[in-house]
């Protein structure tokens, strides 16, 4: 019985064990991962180690090519090749997809394999994006069932985006952090969001901590909504009592609430001197408070009084919104942490002015442009008495200045910024995103306390460093939010930043649809990006899409909107394709005016300087005011100038260009003696030295003071035409010049070459030739050698051949210039061939052919044609002096 009952223990422990295996491999995911994080995780670096892998491998061209010639690394491609092809084919066969890669055609290989993968993909693909949708709550196999009443979608859930639940907690399940899962929390606020295309007017009615009191508009604003006196006004009556009050406060309306607190704040020396470091409090012991309740916020503005210090950060939605949203408000002191639901308390959040206004009390931000904005934009909220450890951190020349830096540099914390991007209006917010919230004020003031010791000790313990930071975050703190307003000119912003040229067509197109979708964000309260983003508006205007399916071709993925609207966006592309193309006006020119150029004194006179010209005798000319005329293609177009314009044509130049402008006549003609005259005639001549080939105009001249060599008309024609010829003597000359030294050069050029080409003659003379080295040899009845002979040797004497050829060479010494080989003495019958004498003509064609015919001493034929003659010739006759009938084109 004791060893059946070992056995059995035995057994037990055994399906124990088994159990618990299957129950480990049940809850994974795949073999070897836990969760969908892990083997995401896992890819992820295998994705990343190939691809630093592929990018160290040769790349294309005569680098590829150069290590393809050896033959093992060709060997290596080839084994790695078929590796990728066999994983390649077994994925799309766990797929269902056709995977014959490997067994291809030499020719037509490459682009089967290629189909195949491009049709494996797309299968592959399909199948992933129906899996998101069935997590996500969308069944597409499921038919569209049209129920009486309304039924939510069902959320799918399976083991993927299952949490790992511990025993005795029920299964928690991911939710997607998507927007269209959101509802838009807008709908809940009280005070509804003012997107019209005004300026931002602060919501502050309470000024707590104030030295100079608020402006009665700020705080009779709360009375006059509730005040019903104007509802029994008329309308055009409202606007005029509206227009009167809102006149009175203009100045108040714009101005910072906070800005004489501000200026006026001096920062104590307990703040300047040399802090000691408190370290925070590890995460797990310190308290965490959500507060979306008014009495908890009351709660936190009580406990946010007694501290001398807290640390503030905001996480913002800007994508489903016009103006942007604060979902949430991050502060943190010593010993607790708060995250306040900023959606929820969106109309209350004025309570904490009290401690945000309240110069005793630090606050403590990093990067704090935007939250001061922020603040205001959707709680009225501003800040006093703020330090910003970004600007302490620029101060200190650290290597960066973002907050993860601050963290790791400080306190060795690793953030996860996953969650930077994410959409913070859900509720209920997640776990992780709530810890990544909680993580950038947990440890700022810490940080807060290491940066001014660090700033002194840099200074030499003297405050000035850390004075300048506290005096640029108080520039910060007086920062004004800003709306942005639509003009007519807005778009041309946009355009400068993408650096793209638009025709008249395109620009009409971009500015239309750019007030298009500044006006239905603004309508829908969603953002530009939205609506349309900048890359699809581009595209839609470079190429003018002719039908509406041309514009949603032109958008990828579609938005909602575009699709809703999609008519209208075609009617304004039609619009702008109807714009003419040469006619075109210059942008900019309409509001840009003339300034008057003020031109130095100048001393000294010359016939064509202008600035004698008093400043009086200018036209004056405001920034607004000035008269731009439009560029004119043809003259036909011309229109009369304006008055105006004709003031200023000293400053505009006109629409056509004529050689010299003719003096205009004056309206009133007056009597003018012969001396003014005369001066008027000199005086013009100067201006104008052309001007007496010109024909004249109501101009009194004598006609024998131009042939008059006493007269001074005739002088200065002389002078001009003088002038002129000596000029034209000067050009001849120079280019005499010119030609004797090129000649002259050409001529020593002859020289050096003549004497070079003797002196290598010479040089030639005393050495052997090969072939009188071979004579010497058979004469000695010795072999030749292949070694050349030395310079000491004495030379064979030379056979009769050998002699011939050198009294040729000294017959046909170069001192002599070059003469042309005389062909005359030469027998020409052997190319001549049967010729007749008198033609002397050569015809490679009829040479060939008369070769045929010549027969040899034997009484055999010559056979030239099968290895004499050029296969570039045909046989036959020549064709020369023949001409050819051509096919015509």
Known sequence: MEPSKSNDSTNSGLQEQNSDVNEEEENELCPGFKDVDAFVKHGLSAVLSATKASAGLPQTGDEYDFYRSFPGFQEFCESQGDKLLHCMSQIMQHHGCRSYIRDRNKLTGVEERFDLVVDSNDVILEKAGILLDEADGVNRSQKPVMPTGFQPPKIVVS????????SGSRAETFRLLHAKNVTRPQLKFKEKIDNSNTPFIPKIFIKPNSLKPLPSYFTNKQMRKERPEDLDVPAALADFIHQQRTQEHVEDMFAHPYQYELDHLTIPESLLSKPEPQMYKPMSETKLTFIDSLEDLVALNEKLCSSSEFAVDLEHHSYRSFLGLTCLIQISTREEDFIIDALELRGEMYILNEVFTDPGIVKVFHGADSDIEWLQRDFGLYVVNMFDTHQASRALNLARHSLDHLLKHFCSVDSDKRYQLADWRIRPLPDEMIQYARTDTHYLLYIYDCVRVQLLDSHHGQPGLLQCVWNKSKDISLKKYVKPIYTEESYLELQRKQKRSFNTQQLTAFRLLYAWRDKLARQEDESTGYVLPTHMMIKISEELPKEPQGIIACCNPVPPLVRQQVNELHLLVQQAREMPLLKAEI????????????KPEVTLFGPHDTSRISESELPHFTPGEGAVKQGILFSEDEQKTHVDEQKTRGLLAPPKITLFQEPEAPDDQTSVSVAQMKAKCIIESFENPFRMYLPSTDVHINKNAKFDPSSKIFEISKRWKLQSIEQQEKELEAKKKSKEEVKQQA???????????QSYQESLKNVATVRQQAAEAAKDGKKREMAASEVGEETPKPSKKLMKLEKTQKTDAPKESFKPFDYSQSDLKVFDGAKPKGNTQFDPNQQAHDFK??????????????????????????????????PKR
């Open 853 to 886: 015919k010549k027969k040899g001493p034997r009484g055999q034929k010559n056979n030239f044609s099968t290895g004499n003659r050029s296969m570039s010739y045909l046989g036959g006759k020549s064709d020369r002096g023949f001409s050819h009938s051509w």
């Open 747 to 757: 001529k020593k050029m002859s020289e050096k070459r003549a004497k070079a080409k």
């Open 587 to 598: 942008a900019a020119q309409k509001k840009k005016g003339l300034l008057p150029i003020k």
């Open 159 to 166: 083991s993927w985006n299952r949490k790992g639940s511990s």
